[in-house]
């Protein structure tokens, strides 16, 4: 009952700039830590960005001064801002969110289905 939709992706020149978006919907009660995440072929899934609920954001050392990870509670919905992109950059993007939904007394991790970046040199 509880999605989180991505969208942004694409086909990018290294030093360019892309936005993802991810909207969470569905019966939702509370959203606690909002992020991103990316997994490069032959690769695990990393840690890209996370946001609290009161916008304290932690970001991988390799993306910091490049992306900014932000959030619209109102919305549900979590922003990457990707500058200066690279040719290591190209990943499957994934949305998590940290949420308790509707008649769930727990907080739980829910997952996007991803959206795929591609940095060309």
């Known amino acids: 009952q509880v999605q989180l939709v991505e969208s942004g992706g694409g086909l990018v020149q290294a030093g360019g700039s892309l936005r993802l978006s991810c909207a969470a919907s569905g019966s939702i009660f509370s959203i606690n830590t909002m992020g991103w995440y990316r997994q490069a072929p032959g690769k695990q899934r990393e840690l890209v960005a996370t946001i609290t609920s009161g916008s304290t954001t932690n970001y991988a050392d390799s993306v910091k001064g490049r992306f900014t990870i932000s959030r619209d509670n109102a919305k549900n919905t979590v922003y990457l801002q990707m500058n200066s992109l690279k040719p290591e950059d190209t990943a499957i993007y994934y949305c998590?969110?940290?949420?308790?939904?509707?008649?769930?007394?727990?907080?739980?991790?829910?997952w996007g289905k991803g959206t795929l970046v591609t940095v060309s040199s």
């Open positions: 998590n969110a940290v949420l308790r939904a509707v008649g769930i007394m727990t907080f739980m991790n829910y």
